[in-house]
């Protein structure tokens, strides 16, 4: 290992779909869930009818997750940059220690600086006579926590150095690898005739036999042993009536996933950048939305127990079924995304898989 | 570069899992069947014999209200002497009473030194939330024990109660109570001594220098701590509150740097404080009248007579270290009372504030 990138060179290394993905899944964690959280618990406190006995005790609580979710706006943004770098990445070295240096600031102010204060009316409920109390105000400190907290952000960065030096030498390969590709003229044409007879049966059976115990066997052993299944767990009359139900849907798993099996064999047979492995891909992902719709029986599908779940918005009122349908939603647009990113993937592949078929027998596929 | 990355995460990962066990571990009970914490405010029920008639029917009472059944009064020694026995469901419950303060006023004399105490029927010292400790007619004297039990792995430190006596808006806050540090370990068990005395012109002066038309005294209950070695530490502060009555009519308040009236068209009720229907008090050059029954309602008059400042002929008498007060109650023979150098020093701070808050 010669060369050594620059930080430069580093920065235009990375990886959209990586760092967008980063984005997502910190942004629902540390934004999303939480103001969902505040959401759950301020409905079950009204709904109770203890908003006056509660809520103050909550609203400290509560403004801590505002802070935690506000000021974690700029490590979600961060994150994009964290993520969609490589480990021994010069860029993601620094996006480490920037966001790891913003942790303290973010932590100082979602502990309010170490002295969090709570403020309780209690005038309501502690009264006897002519004696009453008022209200509790109360000072969490949590400097002594805050201290160790840095401790460990401190720790953490020296773990971002020692990542970068033992990961260096590998990044460096690939960063050559993803150089040459992205300097590479093609000189060279495939048709999809030529990469529909190139793949490996080796990593396709592989991915086909594990799609096949998860999607067909595992599924087959549970309907088969079924009444082995309701013995030995001791169900009741109204929990096998529910395990029936899952049963079926174990079963439309299972057939509707035969296709799956083939797919992910065709998928994986084929390298990335190869138009059949497109194709296969393609097919792959938009029969998995087709084979969702089918196991949730086309939008028709009912939860066979009462989930207890009930939110209400205005005149809108959603149940556990309702969320059912919307969690069906988010996988069969999460589907739609992959379909996009393995266009992306494709188009991003492409050289290399032309550059080493020109590597190892270029002449033939010659313009 | 590799194996230093790899054992740098391992014990990176050890930190992790040591400090999630350390907390984890602080927040569950040694033993799993006792709460965390256990809170028991209370004292045992022992007198001595020289207190007055009426902290001894005060405290009998109270000690009798704090407990069920019937309770014994002994004297304390070896062997313990048998006073008499108290039976609140007993229709001569009063007269019991009256029996047993005049039968233990009677080793005042003979035994001065001697203590009473109040058993069960297992013969096991009772308990009362608080008991007064006798004292002059300017002081009220309460002796009570926080006992906290500490059910979890770690130390409590630096446990510090404090009692503060204030007006509605803050601006008048004096401390009453001040305890030392406590520690109390893993598994231990410690009383703290609430043992605090209250001037009651001073209590009245927090009392009428509050902003609002309620006449309510606030006492301000100050608990902070420390736990997990002192990395965390809580500071809690509540206000109770001792109500005058409701809807009570407006409060008038004329004040003056020599004069200081306050005035009410209605008697207060007795909370916090027992309220004569008149009382005179004289502090060198200050006079304080105060009056407080169903025709005149009540009124709270600090005049200097002269053109002389109420605080400044207090700081006059405070510099000569005089610090006594004269007090006639409800037309009585005046009586004299040494407060003590605190005490008189709180009271011009509490007229200052007084004169700050107004002005």
Redesign the interface.
């Known amino acids: 290992m010669n060369y050594s990138s620059t930080l430069g060179e580093d920065l235009r290394f990375g990886s959209w779909g990586k760092g967008t993905l980063a984005v997502i899944t910190s942004l629902f964690s540390i934004v999303i869930l939480p103001l969902v959280l505040i959401y759950i618990v301020e409905g079950l406190i009204t709904e109770m009818g203890l908003e006056e006995e509660l809520l103050s005790v909550f609203d400290p609580m509560m403004e801590m997750i505002w802070r935690f979710a506000i000021y974690g706006l700029p490590v979600v943004a961060l994150a994009f940059f964290k993520k969609s770098y490589d480990k021994g990445s010069k860029a993601k070295l620094l996006f480490n220690l920037i966001s790891l240096a913003y942790s303290i600031l973010w932590i100082y102010f979602i502990f309010d600086g170490g002295a969090m204060t709570i403020s309780v009316d209690?005038s309501s409920l502690f009264t006897d006579g002519?004696?009453?109390?008022?209200?509790?105000?109360?000072?969490?400190?949590?400097n002594?926590?805050i201290i160790?907290m840095i401790g460990?952000i401190l720790?953490?960065m020296?773990?971002a150095f020692?990542?970068y030096?033992?990961n260096r030498e590998k990044y460096m390969e690939k960063f050559n690898e993803t150089k040459a590709d992205r300097e590479y003229v093609p000189r060279i044409k495939t048709t999809f005739g030529y990469d529909l007879k190139h793949g490996s049966a080796g990593r396709g059976l592989g991915s086909a036999i594990l799609k096949l115990i998860l999607i067909m066997v595992i599924p087959y052993l549970i309907i088969h042993y079924s009444e082995l299944i309701i013995e030995a767990l001791e169900l009741d009359t109204e929990m096998v009536e529910i395990f029936d139900v899952v049963l079926d849907l174990l079963y439309r798993v299972a057939f509707y996933g035969m296709p799956l099996v083939f797919l992910a064999f065709f998928t994986k047979f084929y390298e990335k950048g190869n138009k059949a492995w497109l194709m296969f891909r393609i097919i792959g992902l938009l029969y998995t939305i087709v084979w969702v719709w089918l196991i949730f029986e086309m939008g028709e599908f009912v939860l066979p127990f009462d989930t207890g779940i009930l939110f209400e918005y205005g005149e809108y009122a959603f149940d556990g079924n309702d969320i059912l349908q919307l969690a069906i939603l988010i996988i069969v647009v999460y589907l739609l995304l992959k379909t996009v990113a393995a266009l992306l993937t494709f188009r991003g592949k492409r050289k290399r898989y032309l550059r080493k078929l020109e590597e190892s027998d270029g002449n033939q596929y010659r313009n | 570069m590799r194996a230093f990355n790899a054992i740098a995460r391992v014990v990176y990962v050890v930190i992790i899992l040591g400090i999630v066990a350390f907390l984890v571990a602080g927040a569950v009970p040694a033993n799993l069947e006792e709460e965390p914490l256990t809170f028991d405010i209370g004292a045992e029920c022992e007198y001595p014999v020289s207190d007055s008639k009426e902290t001894l029917k005060d405290n009998l009472r109270m000690a009798v209200e704090s407990n069920e059944g019937t309770l014994t009064v002994l004297k304390k020694g070896t062997p313990t002497v048998y006073v008499g026995y108290l039976n609140p469901e007993d229709p001569g419950f009063e007269t019991q009473l009256d029996t047993v303060v005049d039968l233990i006023d009677g080793y005042k004399t003979t035994q001065p030194e001697a203590r009473v105490i109040l058993v069960d029927e297992d013969e096991k010292i009772v308990r009362q939330e608080m008991r007064i400790i006798d004292s002059d007619d300017m002081t009220m004297h309460i002796y009570t024990e926080i006992t906290i039990t500490n059910n979890l792995r770690y130390a409590l430190k630096d446990i510090n109660i404090g009692l503060d006596l204030l007006n509605n808006n803050g601006s008048v806050d004096y401390r009453i109570l001040k305890s030392l540090p406590t520690t109390i370990e893993s598994g231990g068990k410690t009383s703290i001594p609430i043992d605090f005395e209250i001037n009651m012109l001073n209590a009245v002066l927090v009392m009428v220098s509050g902003t609002d038309e309620s006449m309510d005294l606030y006492l301000g209950i100050d608990v902070s701590g420390k736990y997990y070695f002192g990395l965390a530490g809580v500071s809690a502060y509540a206000t109770a509150k001792f109500s005058a009555g409701d809807e009570l009519p407006p409060v008038t308040m004329d004040v003056e740097e020599n004069r200081i009236e306050v005035t009410m068209a209605e008697k207060l009720d007795d909370s916090f404080i027992d309220l004569p229907d008149d009382a005179e008090i004289t502090i060198g050059d200050v006079t304080i009248t105060m009056e407080n029954d169903d025709v005149n309602g009540f009124s709270v008059v600090v005049d200097t007579g002269s053109s002389k400042t109420i605080v400044d002929a207090l700081k006059e008498q405070y510099e000569n270290e005089d610090y006594s007060i004269t007090v006639v109650i409800d037309g009585g023979t005046a009586e004299t009372f040494d407060m003590d150098k605190e005490q008189f020093a709180q009271m011009i701070e509490i007229i200052e504030s007084m004169m700050e808050a107004i002005a």
């Not at chain 1, 002519?130 to 949590?142: C, G, H, Q, R, Y």
């Open positions: 209690t002519d004696f009453s109390v008022e209200n509790i105000d109360a000072v969490l400190m949590l002594g926590f160790v460990l720790f953490k020296l773990l020692t990542s030096g033992s």
